[in-house]
T-cell receptor
Framework: GDSVTQMEGPVTLSEEAFLTINCTYT??????LFWYVQYPGEGLQLLLK?????DKGSNKGFEATYRKETTSFHLEKGSVQVSDSAVYFC?????????FGQGTELSVKP | DAGVTQSPTHLIKTRGQQVTLRCSPK?????VSWYQQALGQGPQFIFQ???????QRGNFPDRFSGHQYPNYSSELNVNALLLGDSALYLC???????????????FGAGSRLTVL
């Protein structure tokens, strides 16, 4: 069945460092892909999305490109801030439901 | 504009008991989905309701049931609670019909259930 695999965390970076969180997927067809973020004690917030191959989603300095050939949707940010500390989830849409990866915890130190 | 609201935020139950969690969708949304998020894991789909009917179901036993009301609000019921049911239960709403990409899920903050 369809699945999402994320790089394991936790990831610890210094402020202003470059961030990459890897995400690969297995799916039939070309599902929409998403990144959600979960801050401590809160629910999930949509960070960005891409609905077809080669689409680039972007928001708040974060970017991810839908790569059909490598079945990947890696999340990147050029300069992270302490406020970016959270858990990040990659997900694909299968019909009416989302299938999530296990999440990657990011900790940014001043 | 109110987002998705869930209640209660926290609750503690004992094994064998039953629990009901409630969700009010974002204004304008007509579809409600429920997810279970165990500690340190990604959310897992339980089921989805639209027009007061269960439309899609994940790999969860019949102990998990739900309901959707005419005002689109929803309940998740879990019977015969097990220790393994301890988790954050997330409600998400969306608009079923709309232009491509419009049916993005909006999540609530969740109800944290602890089963002792």
């Amino acid at each position: 069945g369809d699945s999402v695999t994320q790089m394991e965390g936790p990831v610890t970076l210094s402020e202003e460092a470059f961030l990459t969180i890897n995400c690969t997927y297995t799916a039939t067809g070309y599902p929409s892909l998403f990144w959600y973020v979960q801050y401590p004690g809160e629910g999930l917030q949509l960070l960005l999305k891409a609905t077809k191959a080669d689409d680039k989603g972007s928001n708040k300095g974060f970017e991810a490109t839908y790569r059909k050939e490598t079945t990947s949707f890696h999340l990147e940010k050029g300069s992270v801030q302490v406020s970016d500390s959270a858990v990040y989830f990659c997900a694909l849409r299968q019909g009416g439901k989302l299938i999530f990866g296990q999440g990657t915890e990011l900790s940014v130190k001043p | 504009d109110a987002g998705v609201t869930q209640s209660p935020t926290h609750l503690i139950k004992t094994r064998g008991q039953q629990v009901t969690l409630r969700c009010s969708p974002k204004s304008g949304h007509d579809t409600v989905s429920w997810y279970q998020q165990a500690l340190g894991q990604g959310p897992q789909f339980i089921f989805q309701y639209y027009e007061e009917e269960e439309r899609q179901r994940g790999n969860f036993p019949d102990r998990f049931s739900g309901h959707q009301y005419p005002n689109y609000s929803s309940e998740l019921n879990v019977n015969a609670l097990l220790l393994g049911d301890s988790a954050l239960y997330l409600c998400a709403s969306s608009l079923r019909q709309g232009p491509s990409g419009a049916n993005v899920l909006t999540f609530g903050a969740g109800s944290r259930l602890t089963v002792l």
